[in-house]
C-alpha cells in the first residue's frame, strides 16, 4: 500500500481508465497499478515485467504478469486488444523508443506514458555546474541508471509530431503538484494521453 | 518463514476401474488400473485437490520416501516442490500423484498381464495419447471424490496434460500450471524421439514388444541396450550446453587420453551412469509409448492449426513458466501458449526464468522459479 501512495502518476493514470477495460501495463514493476486499477476501476489485464522479484511480487498482488522484454517488442500481442496500453515511468529505460510506441498504439486504443523530464530546471542546472543529474525521478549515477534515453517534454513532443502520434491529454507536475507553466522548465514528470492520428 | 520439511513415509495405492476405456487410437481397453499416491488431506469442500502429472520417465511418487533408511535412493521426483511449507505446501493442499496409464509402476501398462491371453501386454499393449491420460485420470478423480481440481501441474509432458486438462475438462480445473512445456512437439524434437526408439527397436532383446517371457527359463529379458542408448540420448536434451560444460567440460577420468572406446571423458560415464540406472527401472515397451503420446500431442490440430481456437474451450487461470537454457521446449513454445491464452482472455501469469540447468530446470528450486510458483499457488483461493 505504501508503495502504491509513493507513485502519485497513479492517480493521474486511473483517472483516463473507465470502469472494466481491458488495460496491459508496460514495466508494471510489482504490479501496484494494475491491483490498483483492479480495485477501483475493475479492469482486467497484464503487466509485463523483467525483474524476477517484481514478477513473483506481481503474482502475489493478484496481477496478471508475463515475464517478456520489452526490447522483443510486442509482436505476439494482437492488433486493439486493449483499450489502454500504460507505460508509467520506464519509457527512458527502452532502447527502442519509436518501435515500442508504435506498438503501444497497435495493439491499444490509447496509450499512456509517463517520464521523469530531463529538461527540468534542478537538472538542468546540475548539467550546468558540470555533473549529470541525479533526482527524485533521476535516482541514479550516470554510470549504474537503467535509463537509456535522455530526453525533455519538448523532445517527446517533437517525436510525437514527426512520428504522427496524436497527444490527447498531457499533465505535467513537480513535487507532486501540477506544473502549467512552462512544463519542460518546470516539471520533473510528465504524463500523457496519446492516440492515433486520424 | 517457513519451514520446509518432508511428506515423510508414504506407500502408493491403486485404483481399479472396471468400465471400459476406449483410446483415441479407436483401441480400448475392458478395464485398467492406476497407482497413485496422495499427500496432506482433502478438505470437507473438497476444494483443495492438486494434481501433478509426470513427465517421460517420472511416476506417481511425487514427494516423501518409502524407506526410512535411504530416504534420499527412495525420494519422490518432485519432493523439493510438495511437502509442507514447500510451494505446494501439503497443509493446504491435497496432492495427488499418478501413474500414467501405460506406465511401468503399476498402473495398467504394457508389462500387466492381458485379461484376454493371461499373458503381459507387451508390444500388443494400445498406445495411449496425452488426451487418454488425462481421460484416465478423470476417472482417478471422480473415484478419490474430487469434482474440481484446484489446480492440475505438470512439467514437461507433465504440462501437456495440465494444458489438456484445461480443455478436455474446463469445468474441472480452476488452475492449469504448465512449466517447461510445448504446444507441440518441433521436427527437431520428434527426431529425438526417433533416435530414442530405434535404439530400443533395433535391440536383439526386444523382441518385438514381447521380451518379458524370453530367456532360457522363460524369466524375461531386458533391451538394456537399447533402452540406455535411448536415456542417453534423452539426457543430452535435458540439459544445456553451458550447464554440460560447466560440469563436465572435457575433464577425463584418467587424465591422459588411453586411446581407446572406453568411457573416459567425464560427460561419458555420466551419461552411461543414467542409461544403465534407467534400464533397470523403466520398461522399454512404456518408455516407446510415452515418446509416440508426446508426438501425437497437438491440440491445435483440430482447428487447423490455430492454438488460439483450440484454447478457446479453457475456463482455467494459468502459470506458465519456461528456462531460458531450455532448447528442449524452448521459452517461445511456452510463449505461444501464452498469447493463445491472452487471446482468449484467460487469466495467465508467465515467468521466464534465468537458469542454467536446460530442460530440466524444472525439476530444480530455482529461487525465482519457486517463489514464483509459491506466489501462485498461495494466491489460489480454496
Same mark, same amino acid.
Given at each position: 500500500m505504501s508503495r502504491m501512495n509513493s507513485r502519485f502518476d497513479f492517480l493521474h493514470i486511473a483517472r483516463w481508465i473507465n470502469a472494466g477495460e481491458w488495460? %496491459? =501495463?508496460l514495466g508494471c514493476g510489482d504490479g501496484a497499478l494494475l491491483s490498483l486499477l483492479q480495485k477501483e476501476k475493475k479492469v482486467r489485464g497484464y503487466?509485463? @515485467? %523483467? @525483474?524476477?522479484? *517484481?514478477?513473483? !511480487?506481481?503474482?502475489? *498482488?493478484g496481477v496478471n504478469v508475463l515475464q517478456f =522484454? %520489452? @526490447?522483443?517488442? %510486442?509482436?505476439?500481442?494482437e492488433d486493439d486488444s486493449f483499450d489502454h496500453v500504460i507505460m508509467s515511468l520506464s519509457l527512458q529505460t527502452v532502447r527502442h523508443t519509436v518501435p515500442i510506441l508504435k506498438e503501444m498504439l497497435r495493439v491499444g486504443q490509447e496509450a499512456v506514458v509517463s517520464f521523469p523530464n530531463f529538461g527540468y530546471r534542478p537538472h538542468r542546472e546540475a548539467i550546468a555546474a558540470g555533473r549529470m543529474p541525479v533526482s527524485r525521478h533521476l535516482p541514479y549515477q550516470w554510470f549504474n541508471s537503467p535509463n537509456v534515453?535522455?530526453? /525533455?517534454?519538448a523532445d517527446f513532443e517533437a517525436l510525437c509530431a514527426d512520428e504522427g502520434i496524436a497527444i490527447h491529454e498531457r499533465l505535467a507536475f513537480a513535487e507532486g503538484t501540477p506544473v502549467t507553466d512552462d512544463p519542460n522548465l518546470n516539471a520533473e514528470v510528465a504524463l500523457y494521453r496519446l492516440g492515433r492520428l486520424p | 518463514m517457513k519451514h520446509p520439511a518432508s511428506v515423510g513415509l508414504v506407500a502408493p495405492r491403486s485404483a481399479r476401474f472396471d468400465q471400459p476405456l476406449r483410446l483415441k487410437s479407436g483401441a480400448s481397453l475392458s478395464g485398467f488400473s492406476l497407482t497413485f499416491e496422495t499427500y496432506g488431506e482433502l478438505n470437507a469442500a473438497k476444494s483443495n485437490a492438486v494434481l501433478v502429472c509426470h513427465a517421460l520417465s517420472g511416476n506417481h511418487h511425487v514427494a516423501g520416501f518409502y524407506d526410512p533408511a535411504q530416504q534420499k535412493e527412495t525420494l519422490g521426483w518432485w519432493d523439493n516442490l510438495v511437502g509442507p511449507g514447500k510451494p505446494l505446501d501439503t497443509r493446504r493442499f491435497f496432492v495427488v500423484g499418478v501413474n500414467n496409464l501405460g506406465g511401468c509402476h503399476g498402473s495398467t501398462g504394457p508389462m500387466t498381464l492381458n485379461p484376454e491371453t493371461g499373458r503381459p501386454y507387451g508390444a500388443d499393449f494400445p498406445l495411449v495419447t496425452v488426451e487418454d491420460w488425462v481421460a484416465a485420470q478423470a476417472y482417478l478423480s471422480d473415484f478419490l471424490g474430487i469434482d474440481t481440481w484446484a489446480a492440475v501441474i505438470g512439467g514437461s509432458l507433465g504440462g501437456m496434460q495440465a494444458l489438456e486438462w484445461t480443455l478436455a475438462y474446463p469445468e474441472r480445473v480452476r488452475h492449469g500450471i504448465v512449466i517447461a512445456s510445448t504446444p507441440r512437439l518441433t521436427a527437431q524434437n520428434i527426431a529425438f524421439n526417433e533416435v530414442s526408439r530405434q535404439a530400443i527397436l533395433s535391440d536383439p532383446e526386444f523382441h518385438g514388444g514381447h521380451y518379458y517371457e524370453q530367456g532360457d527359463g522363460r524369466q524375461g529379458v531386458i533391451p538394456r541396450k537399447g533402452l540406455r542408448l535411448a536415456r542417453m540420448v534423452g539426457h543430452i536434451t535435458y540439459l544445456s550446453d553451458d550447464q554440460m560444460a560447466e560440469k563436465f567440460g572435457r575433464r577425463t577420468r584418467h587424465g591422459k587420453p588411453s586411446f581407446n572406446y572406453d568411457a573416459e571423458f567425464e560427460i561419458e560415464s555420466y551419461l552411461h551412469h543414467q542409461g544403465d540406472k534407467f534400464a533397470e527401472v523403466f520398461d522399454a515397451n512404456t518408455y516407446l509409448l510415452t515418446t509416440r503420446a508426446l508426438d501425437y500431442f497437438d491440440p491445435a490440430l483440430d482447428y487447423d492449426g490455430d492454438l488460439h481456437r483450440a484454447l478457446a474451450r479453457a475456463k482455467a487461470d494459468f502459470f506458465v513458466a !519456461?528456462? /531460458?537454457t531450455d532448447w528442449r521446449f524452448a521459452p517461445e513454445k511456452s510463449r505461444e501458449i501464452v498469447y493463445a491464452l491472452l487471446h482468449n482472455g484467460l487469466n495467465v501469469s508467465y515467468a521466464e526464468v534465468d537458469c542454467p540447468a536446460g530442460h530440466d530446470s524444472f525439476l530444480l528450486d530455482d529461487p525465482h522459479y519457486h517463489a514464483a510458483l509459491d506466489a501462485y499457488l498461495q494466491g489460489i483461493r480454496l
Open positions: 488495460v %496491459l =501495463d503487466g509485463i @515485467e %523483467l @525483474e524476477p522479484a *517484481n514478477v513473483a !511480487s506481481c503474482i502475489r *498482488n =522484454d %520489452l @526490447e522483443r517488442g %510486442l509482436s505476439g500481442f534515453r535522455f530526453f /525533455t517534454i | !519456461s528456462f /531460458t
